[in-house]
């Protein structure tokens, strides 16, 4: 069983940088492939970003390619969500989610765990 945990979310402006983390407790995440996924309010979730076991890949939506990088540090079981030049339409809840699978990284349906999510807000 894993369980995640987001942090780091908040109210930042337009411009600026916020970083988020994802901890897991049981199971190490290295046995996973690792998203993030955001919701705003009225509006479906969607693919952020995500990485697969080893790190040496990684999958962006177009919207935030360029200004967010995701990492993972597997010894700390540990996922980052680097977001920099932030824009209002980057506010949302952001969840992380943990998949056995590789094959859709972008699809929700590819996870099997989810945490609770941190909230961010960009101010204009």
């Known amino acids: 069983q894993v369980q995640l945990v987001e942090s780091g979310g908040g109210l930042v402006q337009a411009g600026g940088s916020l970083r988020i983390s994802c901890a897991s407790s049981?199971?190490?995440?290295?046995?996973?492939?690792m998203g993030w996924f955001r919701q705003a309010p009225g509006k479906e979730r969607e693919f952020v970003a995500a990485?697969?076991?080893?790190?040496?890949?990684?999958r962006y939506a177009d919207s935030v390619k360029d200004r967010f990088t995701i990492s993972r540090d597997n010894a700390n079981n540990t996922v980052y969500l680097q977001m920099n030049s932030l824009k209002a339409e980057d506010t949302a809840v952001y969840y992380c989610a943990a998949g056995a699978t590789e094959w859709f990284l972008r699809s929700a349906s590819n996870y099997d765990y989810w945490g609770q999510g941190t909230q961010v807000t960009v101010s204009s």
């Open positions: 049981g199971r190490t995440i290295s046995s996973y492939a």
């Open positions: 990485i697969r076991r080893g790190g040496g890949l990684t």
